[in-house]
């Protein structure tokens, strides 16, 4: 049975799983590309600043230190996605 041309009947759980797999490496791929750029904004020496200028900025108070902390962990997993690159 179709609906509007689209198959009502269950797919199968192989066709299931590939597309599932095909998101996730879509997913992944685009994380990585979008990591090149962003790494690649900043000079070794720029990146440097920013770590201690994120240093810095977490003794100024508890959200303060949060804040810091979740930029840290995201520029870390830039970092993580274009090591070998």
Request: glycine residues 2%; hydrophobic residues 30%.
């Amino acid at each position: 049975m179709t609906v509007r041309g689209l198959s009502t009947k269950p797919a199968d759980p192989s066709q299931i799983l590939y597309l599932s797999h095909m998101k996730n490496n879509a997913t992944q791929m685009s994380q990585e590309t979008s990591a090149k750029i962003y790494r690649n904004l900043f000079t070794e020496d720029e990146w440097d600043t920013i770590f201690a200028a994120l240093s810095d900025y977490q003794d100024y108070g508890s959200e303060e230190a949060e804040q810091s902390r979740s930029a840290q962990n995201k520029i870390r997993k830039i970092f993580e996605l274009t090591e070998n690159n």
